[in-house]
């Protein structure tokens, strides 16, 4: 059974930093791209940042390029998410999932297996 589960979500201040961690079981984690997306209320999901399999490929929403870096550390099946000079309006909620695919990444929820998804953490920016 595949278990995702984020965490490092917080409140923080503009301007702030946070540390968001994905750790995955019960799938080979250097079979599966990853991906960070982010859900903010009344608004749609949308796809923050992603990595292929073997890490060296690397994605960013145009809103977030620049300020957030993605990396896996394969020998403890995690994803994580720095986030810097955060943003009010990166208020979300905070998913990861994987995908079993090839290639360059994506940031297209439909290349993310539908059970492979966590349960979010969240995240809240003061202004």
């Known amino acids: 059974q595949v278990q995702v589960q984020e965490s490092g979500g917080g409140l923080v201040q503009a301007g702030g930093s946070l540390r968001l961690s994905c750790t995955i079981s019960?799938?080979?984690?250097?079979?599966?791209?990853m991906a960070w997306f982010r859900q903010a209320p009344g608004k749609e999901r949308e796809g923050v940042s992603c990595i292929n399999v073997i890490g060296d490929n690397t994605d960013y929403a145009d809103s977030v390029r620049g300020r957030f870096t993605i990396s896996r550390d394969k020998t403890k099946n995690t994803l994580y998410l720095q986030m810097n000079t955060l943003k009010p309006e990166d208020t979300a909620m905070y998913y990861c999932a994987a995908g079993h695919y090839g290639g360059a990444c994506s940031l297209h929820s439909v290349f993310y297996d539908r059970e492979k998804w966590g349960k979010g953490t969240q995240v809240t920016i003061s202004s």
């Open positions: 019960g799938l080979s984690f250097d079979e599966y791209a």
